[in-house]
């Protein structure tokens, strides 16, 4: 049945082509001689009444969809010319168009649209060489579905495929300059997918959303493209299934720029494609990973944390590549994380989520004692040790107070010699001094048998002897004092 539907006469205008595009378009040219004969290809999962009989015509089209090769037909339409090529396209779409009027969503209507338009982004897809010319006709089709609100309530079906479509051709048609800004406008529709439905298709979005990422990240030029995808990858997010491809699209485009970085200037060099909107969308998301704002999972804060460094450290690099002076730490991020960590810390565990507390400690120790605290400035170091590092967890909670009990002496050794230099922040070191004795005497107030207790002596014990070496604060005295 394919083979002698894929032989057309030219001069009768026959073969499947012109077969399929009159059949399933029977307002088209030529599709009301055929209407009657071509009834039965659109309930193709309905079985004929019983004793009733169809043409040779009709039972080979209905043959056409269990025939495994069937990619090979449309195939084929890259070789036809584009004006058929486009009314295939039309036939295909236009058969169960949910924006037609009159159109009634009976119990196939369905299945037969997800198959047509499948069928649809086929010949697309194999036409890609012509794509400026298709794709706007198969755009206005998927509009036409993705602003439908009924769509939404009798055709979930049909709303995922459709959402898979829109990422497929994103995925291989955004390298077209012409193409980007209809696919962007497509893409957009996705936002307004009701949350009751994305929650059961969040790994579509995330898959397709993490490869456009990857594969074209490049590519997004405006502050609204980037924002966009901000909202599309928040949206995958948001639920376990696409969570994951989230994190892994933008670990790797992390890593790819700091691959591409690092080569030696002998081979060319490379300027960062993110720049500081791509950076400050991928930095937001890193954050929420982070501080458990997809509902509370932490399990990806400690990979986080290490991306966070390493996106820091590649924005200060491109800056300093190109405006020579000192590194670059964007403190208010640098506060915003900080915070973020510290509140997980500090927050009481729950049995929802076993083991986020000590993820969240470790990603708060990491991200600390990597910053590069000569680059920031007084007020923000002030603030970390009085806001942060002498706001610790209770006493109770041993595997907390020890770890900032580490940090909190590893910080005031890197700070405190410079910053006694300067009289003007005596008044306040002083007061940072007493209340870190404070916590350092609330600790050994502790069980001696504890961690916390053996943790503080040890701790306070260096740090006491360090500060009393010759020439800690340059012989200013306040080193000795503390």
């Given at each position: 049945?394919v083979e002698w539907l894929l032989l057309p006469e030219e001069e009768e ?144 079906y049909l709303l995922e495929r459709t959402l898979v479509t829109v990422l ?158 000192t590194p670059h730490l964007d403190e208010d991020k640098f506060k915003e ?146």
């Open positions: 049945h205008e026959t073969g499947f082509f012109h077969g399929l595009a009159s059949m399933l378009a029977p307002e088209a040219e030529g599709g009301a001689s055929r209407r009657r004969m071509t009834r039965g290809f659109l309930y193709v999962r309905k079985p004929p009444e019983e004793g009733g009989e169809r043409s040779p015509f009709v039972r080979g089209v209905l043959a056409v969809p269990s025939v495994k090769h069937l990619d090979q037909v449309f195939l084929r339409s890259r070789d036809l010319p584009m004006a058929l090529c486009l009314q295939i396209l039309r036939a295909l779409l236009s058969a169960r168009n949910p924006g037609a009027a009159g159109c009634q969503f009976d119990a196939n209507f369905e299945d037969h649209s997800v198959f047509l338009l499948e069928l649809a982004s086929r010949v697309m897809l194999w036409n890609e060489h012509r794509a400026q010319e298709i794709f706007p006709m198969f755009q206005s089709h998927l509009v036409t579905i993705l602003q439908n609100v009924k769509t939404c309530r009798v055709a979930p497929r051709a994103c995925i291989h048609l955004f390298d077209n300059v012409k193409l980007r800004p209809l696919l962007f406008s497509t893409l957009e529709l996705l936002t307004n997918i009701p949350n009751f439905i994305m929650r059961h298709i969040s790994d579509r979005l995330g898959c397709g959303m993490a490869i456009i990422l990857r594969g074209a990240y490049t590519f997004f030029e405006t502050e609204e493209e980037w924002n966009l995808v901000a909202v599309l990858l928040d949206t995958a997010a948001q639920y376990a299934p696409g969570r994951i491809f989230i994190f892994d699209s933008v670990g790797s485009c992390i890593e790819h720029e700091q691959h591409m970085l690092s080569l030696p200037e002998k081979e060319g060099g490379y300027t960062s494609q993110l720049g500081a909107i791509g950076g400050q969308v991928l930095t937001s998301l890193l954050i929420k990973f982070l501080n458990g704002t997809y509902e509370q999972d932490f399990s990806f804060a400690l990979p986080a944390t290490r991306c966070l460094e390493i996106l820091q450290h590649l924005q200060s690099t491109t800056q300093n590549r190109e405006v020579a002076g994380i900080v915070t973020s960590l510290h509140a997980v810390c500090l927050s009481p565990p729950a049995d929802d989520r076993e083991g986020a507390d000590l993820c969240a400690l470790e990603a708060f120790a990491r991200y600390i004692l990597a910053a590069d605290l000569s680059a920031l400035s007084p007020s923000t170091l002030f603030w970390l040790v009085d806001a942060v590092l002498l706001r610790p967890p209770p006493v109770a909670a041993e595997a907390g107070r020890v770890r900032f009990m580490e940090i909190l002496g590893r910080i005031l050794l890197a700070a405190v010699p410079d910053l006694c230099r300067h009289r003007e922040y005596w008044d306040a070191l002083t007061d940072v001094m007493q209340r870190a004795a404070g916590v350092v005497g609330e600790n050994l107030r502790s069980r001696r048998d504890g961690n916390v207790f053996a943790s503080t002596v040890q701790v306070a014990t260096n740090l006491s002897n360090v500060m009393c070496l010759p020439g800690f604060d340059e012989e200013v005295g306040f080193g000795r004092w503390a």
